[in-house]
């Protein structure tokens, strides 16, 4: 069955980076396009960041909010969809989950304070 495995997620402060990996599996992961999305308490989840099927970056588009600041990349070897944070402001604070097809992972927190 599909597995989606988040982490990578902690305490940093404002301006700082992170990068969060998902590890997926049950699935053919190089056919599929995959999402990171995230939702902070009292909000509803929010789309963050969507990968095509291909590793060159073509194919890849963001929120508003996070487009320059985030990067998403994939590595189909590995399974694996990684979400690259910089400049990181308190309200990207949140649980941040991959997507496959609307099925979420258990997630991995990401706390910015200073």
């Known amino acids: 069955q599909v597995q989606l495995v988040e982490s990578g997620g902690g305490l940093v402060q404002p301006g700082d980076s992170l990068t969060l990996s998902c590890v997926a599996s049950g699935f053919t992961f190089s056919e599929y396009s995959m999402n990171w999305y995230r939702q902070a308490p009292g909000k509803e989840l929010e789309f963050v960041a969507g990968?095509?099927?291909?590793?060159?970056?073509?194919?890849?588009f963001y929120a508003e909010s996070v487009e320059g600041r985030f990067t998403i990349s994939r590595d189909n070897a590995k399974g694996t969809v990684y979400l690259h944070m910089s400049g990181l402001k308190p309200e990207d604070a949140a649980i941040y989950y991959c997507?496959?097809?609307?099925?979420y992972g258990q997630g991995t927190q990401v706390t910015v304070s200073s």
């Open positions: 990968s095509g099927v291909r590793e060159s970056g073509h194919s890849t």
């Open positions: 997507d496959h097809k609307g099925f």
